[in-house]
């Protein structure tokens, strides 16, 4: 509805890692948007290098990250028309688009034609647009042609390679120039964020100038929102990159994963500003797409803990939460999405088939019932203080949000029988990260919150507000 759509939904942010745009507009406008999911992060949209492939097996998911040129045809998951359509769709349904801009570096070593059909080489990108008029060549990379070495060596770790791959020289006006061009097409197509990958890897002050004058959000309104991927340390401290951005709290991810891995979560209901970043500074996340192949604490293939936790997330008001959605990739890290296999003029394995979540290469994290009605309780308890309410033993939590929530986590392999304190208004409320439904009476709450699971309770979420209460939460 207009309104939605001129507001947005809410601060959830869902990844769709590798879903074609058709598919992402789909989810759109049968999930996202009804569910109150405020965004939807895609992979990178630009032309990318094509790798080939163990015979019958399809094409490493992260041909992606090694742009070949800022064209958005024709990468594996659809054409820039299904972009602008899917990107047009989500805004009709309030949702979001955000990208994931890999603006520090171009290819690898070796030369070979790009998925739209340019030519190319390591320090070789004649034609950025398809237009002809723009390229790179050697003289745009640098300063360093070499790996990173030492990691404590700002200076290397920011002007240097990032595990070989050509590193843009984001000192010249002239790269700066044309990154700025890439986003603000992306924006004029109503792109309305950016993930900006690698974004330790260039100086925080090019961060600075790259972004100083990107334009206006048509539909939404205001700048981009903008989150800078920066794994912080003592050498490249997170809140370098604060100026100019949203940073991705690792720090939050490394720990919340390991407590609730752990069943360690009773102290959880204060969190500390991760790695200096504030509420309002921090992107939070259960695990990535990098996490959950390189160094996995907590991911789906963890089950209802993993699904605990990305509940808890979304209930606790720090930092913006990005909900991981992925496709089961086994025991091999390299593997790409379902794809299609052979098309004509196509490489077998290189088109990504449609994401269908009951299919179950396509996990679809977002859709679980302990996951799917959580964006709604954000919204409904939008920046309300936590006030802790319960906890027993270190597996136990439960806290209100004001009087416009209250949640309870279960970190334990035994049923909680809690009966609680709550500022939420008597009544008869749906279970947001379940199903069934519990009552709020004279202040006071009485739930069986299951083993590794959550009763979370908001205001807009009672019987009266919903004919689905009682029924089951259905995970769509
Ligand atoms: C290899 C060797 C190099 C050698 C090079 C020679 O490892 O030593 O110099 O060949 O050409 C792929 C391969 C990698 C290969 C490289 C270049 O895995 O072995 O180098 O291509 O051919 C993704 C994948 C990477 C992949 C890359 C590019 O994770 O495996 O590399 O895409 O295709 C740090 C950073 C952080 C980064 C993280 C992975 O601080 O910023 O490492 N995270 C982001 C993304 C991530 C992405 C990139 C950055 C790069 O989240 O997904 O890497 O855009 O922590």
């Known amino acids: 509805d207009a309104t939605a759509a001129a507001t947005g939904n809410g ?27 405020g965004a939807v992060k895609v992979s990178p949209p630009q032309e990318h290098v094509v790798i080939p492939y163990a015979e019958g097996g399809n094409h490493p998911w992260w041909q992606d990250y090694q742009p070949v040129s800022y064209r958005i ?3 594996r998951r659809g054409t820039a028309e299904e972009f602008e359509a899917m990107v047009s769709t989500c805004a009709d349904s309030g949702v979001k688009v955000y ?3 890999v603006i520090n570096h171009m290819t690898g070593d070796g ?56 590193d843009l020289d984001t000192a010249d006006p002239r790269v700066r120039a044309q990154i700025r061009r890439y986003l603000n097409d992306l924006v004029d197509m109503g792109v309305a964020g950016f993930r900006v990958d690698a974004a330790k890897h260039v100086p ?16 939404f ?42 069943g360690d979560i009773s102290g959880l209901a204060h969190l500390p500003d991760y790695g200096g970043l504030s509420d309002e500074q ?29 509940a808890f997330m979304l209930a606790h008001p720090y930092g913006t939460p990005v909900v991981m959605s992925s496709y089961d990739f086994g025991d091999n890290v390299t593997e790409g999405p379902p794809s299609t296999g052979s098309e004509p003029g196509n490489p077998a394995g290189w088109i990504t088939e449609d994401a269908d979540c009951s ?102 979420g009672t019987c009266d507000d919903s004919a689905e209460c009682g029924g089951g939460t259905d995970p769509g």
């Open 11 to 37: 601060e959830a942010v869902v990844h769709l890692f590798q879903w074609t745009w058709d598919a992402v507009a789909n989810e759109c406008t049968d999930f996202l948007g009804p569910r109150g999911f």
């Open 282 to 310: 921090a992107t939070v996340f259960i695990d990535n797409h990098d996490s959950q192949r390189y160094h996995p604490t907590l991911t789906f293939k963890d089950g209802d803990r993993y699904y605990l936790a990305t």
């Open 359 to 460: 299919d179950s290469e396509w996990v679809c994290e977002h859709r679980h019932p302990a996951v799917a009605g959580m964006a709604a309780f954000r919204n409904a308890t939008g920046d309300t203080p936590v006030v802790q309410r319960a906890t027993d033993g270190a597996s136990r939590l439960a806290f209100d949000r004001g009087d416009r929530g209250f949640a309870a986590f279960n970190a334990s392999g035994g049923t909680w029988n809690l009966t609680a304190d709550t500022a939420l208004p008597d009544g008869s409320y749906e279970n947001a990260a379940g199903s069934g439904t519990l009552t709020v009476a004279d202040g006071r709450v009485s739930a069986r919150v299951p083993a590794n699971g959550a009763v979370a309770l908001h205001v807009g």
């Open 221 to 262: 309104g205001g700048r981009p929102e903008i989150y800078q991927e920066v794994i912080g340390d003592q050498t490249i401290p997170y809140t370098a990159y604060t100026p100019y951005g949203d940073v991705t709290a690792f720090d939050y991810q490394r720990d919340i994963s390991g407590r609730f891995a752990n």
């Open 73 to 75: 045809d024709n990468t």
């Open 111 to 166: 030369s070979g034609t790009g998925s739209a059909g340019t030519e190319w080489a390591k320090y070789d990108h004649p034609d950025l647009f398809g237009d002809g008029g723009a390229g790179y060549d050697r003289a745009d990379f640098g300063p360093c042609y070499e790996e990173i070495a030492d990691w404590n060596d700002k200076w290397e770790v920011q002007n240097c390679q990032l595990v070989g791959l050509a």
């Open 204 to 219: 925080e002050e090019h961060i600075g100038a790259i972004l100083s004058d990107l334009h206006e959000v048509p539909v």
């Open 99 to 101: 990208v994931d801009a």
